[in-house]
C-alpha cells in the first residue's frame, strides 16, 4: 500500500513539475512575442532632405521680412554674452540645399561673372550704418563718434538732408560715410521707373550740393528690390548697399535691448543695420560701443570695409 502511494506521490510531482515547465515556456514564448512587436520610432520625414535657408532661400518681400532678427521682448532683453578678447570672422553656410537657393545660387553666380566677388578691404572691422536720417537726435551720435574716433556710413533721406545741411556737412567733414536712402522713403520695387529715377537722383542732388560729392553707395528703404531699382542705381552711379545684422531696433524702442543686442551680435566683416532717428538707438549704442572697442572691435565705413562698383548688391545674396 505504502509503495502505491509514493508511486501516486511521484506522479502527482511530475505532473505538477510538467506543467510548471510549460507555464514557464508559455510565459517566455509571450514576452519574446512582446519585444519583437515593439514599435520602432524613426526620424521624422525630411522632406526629400531639403533645408529651408533665409534670405538666399526667400524671395521678394518674403526674404525682407526673413532678414529681420526676431529678439525677445524689450521688456527682458538678452543678457550680454561678449567675453572673447579678439573677434573672429563668423563662418556662413557652405551648402543650400533647397530648389530656390539653387536659383540663388545661380543669380549670384552670374552676378560674379559680371562684376566679380567684391573685394573685402577690411574683412576684420565692421560697418556701422544708420538709415533714415539726419534728425534730432544725429547731433548726439556724430558728437560719440567723434570721441572715439570711429566712423559710420549714414544712408540719408534727401529731404531730410535738405532739412539738416549742417548735419551731412558734418558727417562729410568727419570723413563719415554718406549714402543715399531716396528722397523720402519710398519702396522703389513698388514704384515705377519715373518715381525710382527721382526718388534717387533728388536725394544725390541734395547731398552733392551740401558735400560737393555725390554718393557712390544707396540703400532701398525696407530692402525692398528688384532688378529694376539695381539697374537705375548703376545708371546713378551707385552700389546697392544691404546689411549682414538687423537690430530690429525700429521695432524694439529700448536702449537696454539695442545695447545687449550689439553686444551679443556684432561681428567682424558684417555690416550693421540702425537707424539714428530713434533717441533709444542713439542711447543704447552710445553705451555698447567702448565695450566693443575694448574687446577689439574695429570699425569702418562701408567704402573702407569692401569695394564696390555701380550697380554692384552687396552682400550678395540680396541680389
Given at each position: 500500500m505504502k509503495k502505491k502511494r509514493r508511486s501516486q506521490r511521484i506522479a502527482?510531482?511530475?505532473v505538477i513539475a510538467i506543467l510548471l515547465s510549460l507555464f514557464v515556456a508559455i510565459?517566455?514564448?509571450?514576452?519574446?512575442?512582446?519585444?519583437?512587436?515593439?514599435e520602432i520610432v524613426g526620424l521624422p520625414e525630411d522632406s526629400g532632405g531639403k533645408t529651408v535657408t533665409s534670405p538666399a532661400g526667400m524671395t521678394g518681400e518674403t526674404e525682407v521680412s526673413a532678414i529681420r532678427s526676431s529678439p525677445p521682448s524689450s521688456s527682458s532683453p538678452p543678457t550680454s554674452t561678449l567675453n572673447t578678447p579678439k573677434p573672429t570672422l563668423s563662418k556662413t553656410s557652405k551648402t543650400l540645399r533647397t530648389t530656390t537657393a539653387a536659383t540663388s545660387r545661380q543669380t549670384e553666380s552670374r552676378s560674379r561673372a559680371s562684376y566679380g566677388p567684391p573685394v573685402m578691404k577690411a574683412p576684420g572691422a565692421v560697418a556701422l550704418t544708420f538709415d533714415d536720417g539726419p534728425g534730432q537726435y544725429t547731433g548726439e551720435l556724430l558728437d560719440a563718434l567723434k570721441e572715439y574716433g570711429v566712423k559710420a556710413t549714414f544712408f540719408v533721406q534727401g529731404r531730410?538732408?535738405?532739412?539738416?545741411?549742417?548735419?551731412?556737412?558734418?558727417?562729410?567733414q568727419e570723413r563719415h560715410?554718406?549714402?543715399n536712402h531716396t528722397y523720402s522713403h519710398r519702396?522703389?520695387?513698388?514704384?515705377?521707373?519715373?518715381t525710382r529715377r527721382s526718388q534717387l537722383a533728388r536725394t544725390s542732388d541734395a547731398i552733392e550740393r551740401i558735400t560737393g560729392v555725390r554718393p557712390r553707395l544707396m540703400r532701398p528703404p525696407g530692402g525692398y528690390r528688384n532688378g529694376a531699382v539695381f539697374r537705375e542705381a548703376g545708371r546713378q552711379g551707385m552700389a546697392a548697399v544691404f546689411w549682414d545684422i538687423d537690430t530690429a531696433d525700429w521695432k524694439y524702442k529700448d536702449s537696454q535691448y539695442v545695447y545687449h543686442y550689439l553686444l551679443n551680435h556684432t561681428a567682424a566683416g558684417k555690416i550693421i543695420l540702425m537707424h539714428d532717428t530713434h533717441k533709444t538707438t542713439v542711447d543704447g549704442f552710445i553705451r555698447a560701443l567702448p565695450v566693443l572697442l575694448d574687446h577689439g572691435f574695429t570699425f569702418v565705413t562701408v567704402?573702407?570695409?569692401?569695394e564696390l562698383r555701380p550697380g554692384e548688391v552687396y552682400p550678395l545674396r540680396w541680389r
Open positions: 502527482l510531482l511530475l510565459a517566455m514564448v509571450m514576452t519574446m512575442s512582446g519585444c519583437s512587436s515593439r531730410f538732408a535738405e532739412q539738416y545741411p549742417g548735419l551731412i556737412r558734418r558727417m562729410h560715410g554718406i549714402g519702396f522703389l520695387s513698388e514704384t515705377d521707373e519715373a567704402d573702407e570695409l569692401v
